[in-house]
């Protein structure tokens, strides 16, 4: 398994990755081309024999982040590939200069919460019926 940045090339493996994770924000192909050619985005990927099996995007700007897609594939959950994804990035932001990270995650998505507090974000924050106008989004955030 390694990480890498992902490319326009890796579009169509991006969104089916996050179809099969109706929790990740689903921007399809059509976002995905036009997240991945963005100057602030970043987007790491984890890859197994060449095939596409995680990826968290961030965007970057002026020394601060948000983190505004994560996933990993049904198959290959809990074997510690989103902290990987997610240390990676966290690693990166510092490395350019990164001082703030934020985040949105759903209260009811306790899988994702633990997995960002694991590595070192704490609430912030609450949007109220933020997800289909009832659930509540927590905001998370780390200073790098
Ligand atoms: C959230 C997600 C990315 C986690 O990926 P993963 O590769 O399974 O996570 P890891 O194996 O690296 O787990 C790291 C930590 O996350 C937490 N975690 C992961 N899955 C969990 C689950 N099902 N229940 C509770 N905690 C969980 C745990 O704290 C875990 O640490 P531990 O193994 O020491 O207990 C994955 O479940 C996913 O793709 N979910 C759907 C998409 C999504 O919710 N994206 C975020 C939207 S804001």
Same mark, same amino acid.
């Given at each position: 398994?390694?990480?890498?940045?992902?490319?326009?090339?890796?579009?169509?493996?991006?969104?089916?990755?996050?179809?099969? !994770?109706?929790?990740?924000? *689903?921007? /399809? #192909?059509?976002?995905?081309?036009?997240?991945? %050619?963005?100057?602030?985005?970043?987007?790491?990927?984890?890859?197994?024999?060449?095939?596409?099996?995680?990826?968290?995007?961030?965007?970057?700007?002026?020394?601060?982040?948000?983190?505004?897609?994560?996933?990993?594939?049904?198959?290959?959950?809990?074997?510690?590939?989103?902290?990987?994804?997610?240390?990676?990035?966290? !690693?990166?932001?510092?490395? *350019?200069? /990164? #001082?703030?990270?934020?985040?949105?995650?759903? %209260?009811?998505?306790?899988?994702?919460?633990?997995?960002?507090?694991?590595?070192?974000?704490?609430?912030?924050?609450?949007?109220?019926?933020?997800?289909?106008?009832?659930?509540?989004?927590?905001?998370?955030?780390?200073?790098?």
């Amino acid at each position: 398994m390694n990480i890498r940045r992902a490319t326009a090339l890796d579009v169509s493996e991006l969104a089916r990755i996050e179809r099969l !994770q109706p929790q990740s924000a *689903q921007w /399809g #192909e059509k976002g995905w081309k036009t997240e991945i %050619i963005q100057a602030a985005s970043y987007v790491f990927c984890m890859e197994e024999d060449k095939k596409l099996i995680g990826f968290a995007a961030l965007r970057l700007a002026a020394g601060f982040g948000e983190i505004l897609n994560v996933a990993v594939h049904p198959d290959y959950c809990r074997r510690g590939i989103g902290f990987q994804l997610l240390s990676r990035l966290v !690693q990166y932001a510092r490395s *350019q200069g /990164g #001082e703030e990270l934020t985040l949105e995650v759903n %209260i009811y998505n306790r899988a994702a919460i633990s997995l960002y507090s694991k590595i070192g974000f704490s609430e912030i924050g609450r949007r109220e019926k933020f997800y289909h106008n009832k659930e509540d989004a927590l905001i998370m955030g780390i200073t790098l």
